[in-house]
């Protein structure tokens, strides 16, 4: 029992360091950056990326002193493409709602408790919003894309999410539970999920849930502008664009 309890805290570890790098692609990340990130010693983390790296996990930009994604990453994502990378399908929707709007547009995957962008597309807007880009990750219940992700999984599940988290320290008092309980229940009303300047000021989102095969909540399509875009009178489209494209999606996956 010992042994596999230390096992597991090595690969949760693992998978710490290798979300942090992931996040900073493509410029990398420093030893003392995936450190503070993590919560983890500086000399547990070299040791960790040093073993990635000879694994080719991880590679090493000696010149700039910073870790990036190896290239056995690379080799085993392409196998893993072919069950969970919708993006191909994905892509011309998230086109179609950045030309509709003249906005960001998004495709976010749901992975475990967080949400992953995965494209982005600007719109004709000149002024945009650089909170979400690809390879970002928030909470779920963070950002469009989470709440739309969060509101539509099963209740207790939220439940259980929300007492077991607490996003007031990094995100702030709009993030405490009982206001996204609020939200939850908001995006279940409309059918999407509205982000008013959550995180940054100024910088609102739109997300919509993007479901599986099995009806879950899987990736989400979202919108992000400046808040003079995000008007009471043009949300209602905005939203009615972003369930059409999140719809059709779901119905192609379903067909997959």
């Known amino acids: 029992m010992a042994h596999s309890l230390v096992g597991a805290q090595v690969v949760g570890r693992l998978a710490a360091v290798l979300r942090t790098v992931s996040t900073a692609m493509p410029e990398g990340v420093t030893t003392t950056e995936v450190a503070s990130q993590t919560g983890l010693a500086r000399p547990t983390v070299h040791r960790l990326l040093s073993a990635l790296a000879a694994e080719g996990f991880c590679d090493h930009d000696h010149r700039a002193g910073r870790w990036l994604l190896g290239p056995e990453l690379y080799l085993m994502g392409a196998v893993a493409a072919e069950r969970y990378d919708i993006s191909e399908l994905a892509r011309e ?8 709007t003249g906005e960001s547009a998004f495709l976010s995957a749901r992975r475990g408790e967080e949400t992953v962008c ?4 600007d719109g004709s807007f000149p002024i945009r919003s650089f909170v979400l880009y690809e390879g970002k990750r928030f909470p779920l219940g963070v950002a469009s894309a989470g709440i739309a992700i969060l509101a539509f999984l099963p209740e207790p599940v939220v ?4 007492q077991a988290n607490d996003f007031v320290q990094e ?3 709009a993030h405490n539970a009982q206001r996204l309980r609020e939200k939850v229940a908001e995006t279940r009303r409309l059918g999407y999920s509205v982000n ?3 995180i940054v000021e100024g910088s609102w989102g739109m997300g919509a849930a993007v479901f599986d095969s099995s009806g879950q909540p899987a990736w989400a399509l979202s ?3 400046i808040e003079s875009r995000f008007t009471p009178e043009r949300r209602p489209e905005l939203g009615r664009l972003l369930l059409h494209h999140a719809h059709e999606l779901s119905q192609k996956l379903r067909a997959r």
């Open 196 to 198: 008013p300047g959550l």
């Open 159 to 162: 439940e259980r999410y929300l």
């Open 223 to 225: 919108l992000t502008g």
């Open 118 to 121: 995965l494209l982005r597309q």
């Open 171 to 173: 995100y702030g008092q």
């Open 93 to 100: 929707h998230v086109r179609a709602l950045a030309e509709a």
